[in-house]
């Protein structure tokens, strides 16, 4: 059992690159999410999907864009990178939102220089 | 802002004793979730209290519900060193539709050997 999968774990881009995170999940859920943990901030949600086709903005949504073509894949774009963005990602899922337990991948720690 | 804010920010006790850790949240809810995260690594599901439950045990583990005062506890009785770890409240706000699942700031929890 795979569980949520992120890649990279870890990744260092300068300013202005853009990437994708990448967030994989085996368990045929419907609601996925993308959150970034700074110091002191706790988890933050950047957007979050309800199922394949449909995407909707969380608490921090600027600079980064999501689409969900599957149910087992929610990638995160980061369009043009800047050191604001310097966090650890987390990717969660869940059967649906809030009711039932969400399962978290092992985070991507992104800096930006 | 975020919904759930998490009391005290940090706690340090002696193996054996108790641990209690609050959540303070801002709108109605139909569930509360609380989390651990250890360093470095993503969270793990611990316990879902409902909003008509008032309180709910597992293993080491008692949460309780207040919705009148929008808060909840988690106790974690006689704590051992492997629980220091990073403790988080979670919940969905109601009514906003948007299914947004909104952790709180976290608990960081040391236990002395």
């Known amino acids: 059992n795979a569980g949520v999968t992120q890649t990279p774990k870890f990744q260092v881009l300068k300013t202005g690159q853009s990437m994708t995170l990448q967030c994989a999940q085996d368990m045929n859920h419907e609601y996925m999410s993308w959150y970034r943990q700074d110091p002191g901030m706790g988890l933050r949600l950047i957007h979050y999907s309800v199922g394949a086709g449909i995407t909707d903005q969380g608490e921090v949504p600027n600079g980064y864009n999501v689409s969900r073509s599957t149910t087992e894949d929610f990638p995160l774009r980061l369009l043009s990178a800047a050191p604001s963005q310097t966090s650890v990602y987390f990717c969660?899922?869940?059967?649906?939102?809030?009711?039932?337990?969400?399962?978290f991948g092992q985070g991507t720690r992104l800096t930006v220089v | 802002s975020q919904q759930g804010e998490e009391d005290p920010q940090a706690l340090s006790i002696q193996e054996g004793e108790n641990a209690t850790m609050n959540c303070s949240y801002k709108t109605s809810i139909n569930n509360l979730q609380w989390y651990r995260q250890n360093s470095g690594r993503g969270l793990v599901h611990l316990i879902l209290i409902r909003s008509n439950e008032r309180e709910k045990h597992s293993g080491r583990l008692r949460v309780t519900l207040d919705t009148s005062k929008k808060s909840s506890s988690l106790l974690i009785t006689a704590s051992r060193a492997a629980d220091t770890a990073s403790y988080f409240c979670a919940t969905d706000a109601v009514p906003s539709g948007t299914y947004k699942y909104i952790f709180g700031t976290g608990t960081r929890l040391k236990v002395l050997a």
């Open positions: 969660a899922s869940s059967y649906s939102v809030g009711n039932t337990e969400a399962f």
